[in-house]
């Protein structure tokens, strides 16, 4: 990555820490106040609201890891959310297997799905590898709604709250600690994996696969590695929302979920971390606040078109990005920084 | 003089009616710059991808020897030959542009690093020792190439003078035993060539580094190898020490042309 300008080392060592300056610490302490602060003044939809960036930002993380930094476009992302959340779920109401233990096994199941539909990537590029994702998509989709000793033939499954050592995690002001330290541990894990060599060698194949394999990387291992990591996040953010919403149906997992995380990474910045995680916001705090201002305007036609309204405002955000900011919300973030670090000279 | 290092025998390629390759037999000795020349679709990018497991020739065998083990390279994946220290780079410059400098380097040393996923995603203390080990290799390079200044600029905003250096660092990274060249000095200015064939005799005499180049400027053929193989539509019409190449009848008729060969050739 690209260091700050003015921004200088004694030692390797210290070019690769994460937070180099006193302005990016005080930033990092400021965003840990607010978060910790926020559950007790939010009223209780931006509770919900917050509780599903959180989720969002997961699973955005994850498909940026794979399409953003590996090059490697996925229409499939929704459908790995749904493994998760089924083999979450099912293993809690099947086995009777503890809450922790299943979402880790979800993160295991859904990591290996994701390698088994990453193979057509060893072959294919581009559009033809989007046509692959979003089989996949289809086939796990048309899976859960048709095995019927699955679930049942309705494609559903109920899950109770859990209870953790003896706490029941009943409420939203629970579960979005449950949540923040998740988002925190999958933003560390995602930006550890960028400072070593698979990193390195994923966002190499996506800049020049033939130098990459050229130089040493195994595009096969690589590729399918890229596709585990990316859909274990997955595997993640769909226990979570199985275990906080009780309910798993595939309504949630459909190919809109797809190209909404998709639009995610791009509104946020392909292969940013904290691009992935701003996206996540965006994309779910933007038709939150139309959905609270059609509210407050009852009867409106705000109000009695929200869906369409929602759609509309969906995709202009993005050609509007696409055009004028396509390296995202991250970008516009970078050069606010680099604007006050230099206030007030600018050169 | 040194033994032989790469053994190139029968090696024939072809493309649907074009033959790329045919019949080429070549031998790099060990510690040689080995020169090979020829006019543009006589098969030289062909031969190179051939040996660094690109391209599966349909027949012939390329035998690389290291002190302790012979390798049959047209059966080897590209990263296991990469892995066997054979590092090349190519004609049209294929860097990592979106990445630095430093991190081009550093997918130089990507053989020789070891990579735990569980360590990686952790960020544990022996990933981070590594990277910093594997920091001061990439360093000596930058040193040696002169350039120091780019380290952190990714590489796609570079010079393409600059960006051919890179690619040389890339390769070195990789503390090659064979160095596979093609057309590091293409499209440079005089200087800058000079300061390319510089870096090459470099690596070939401090690090005892064989080399494979590719090359269309005769001077700097004339002056830094130490073997020429000449190629024309596929087939080897010529091989030797550069004086016995550019003395070579066939050499001058078919590659530098009948102006040249009533000209003479220096
Ligand atoms: N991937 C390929 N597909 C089809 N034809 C190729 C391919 N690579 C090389 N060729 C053909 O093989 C011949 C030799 O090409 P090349 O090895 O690039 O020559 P040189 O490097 O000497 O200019 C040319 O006729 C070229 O068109
Ligand atoms: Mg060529």
Redo the contacts between chains.
Sequence with gaps: ???ATGVFHRT??SE?RLRTTTAAQVRLVLAVVALVVAPFVITPYWMTVAIQVGIAAIGALGLNILTGFTGQISLGHGGFLAVGAYTSALLVTRLGLPTGVTVLAAIVVTAAVGALFGLPALRLKGLYLAIATLAAQQIILWVVRNTTWLTGGTGSVFVDYPTIAGFRFDNDFRWYWVVLACAAVATM?AR??F???????F??I???D??????????TRYKV?AFA?SSGFAGLAGALTAHWTQIVTWERFTLSVSILYLAMIIVGGL?SIVGSLMGAAFMIIVPALLTQGAQSLEGSFLSRQLPAVELFVFGLVIVLFLIFEPRGLARMWQRTKDYLRLWPFRY | MGVNQLVVDGVSLSFGGVDALRDVSLTVRQGDIHAVIGPNGAGKTSLLNCT???YRPQAGSIAYHQADATTELTRT???R???LGV??S?QNI???????VL?NL??????R?R?S?A?????FGP??R???EH??VV?EIIDLLEIQLHR???VGALSYGIQKRVELG??LA?EPGLLLLDEPMAGMNTEEKEDMARFVLDVNELKGVTCVLIEHDMDVVMDISDRVTVLNFGQVIGDGTPDEVSGSPAVIEAYLGSEAATEGVA
């Design positions: 990555m690209t260091p390797y060592g690769l894990v550890n994996l400072r070593v060599g698979i990193g390195r060698a966002m190499a996506r800049d020049q033939i130098a990459a394999e050229a130089i040493g990387v195994n595009l590695l990591v292969s | 660094s497991g690109l994946r590209p990263d030959v990469a892995a590092a090349r190519f294929e860097l990592f542009r979106h990445l630095t991190d550093m997918l130089g040393r990507h053989t690093m990579h996923l360590a990686a995603l952790a960020w990933a981070r590594q990277e910093l920091r001061e360093e952190h600029a990714p890339r390769a990789l």
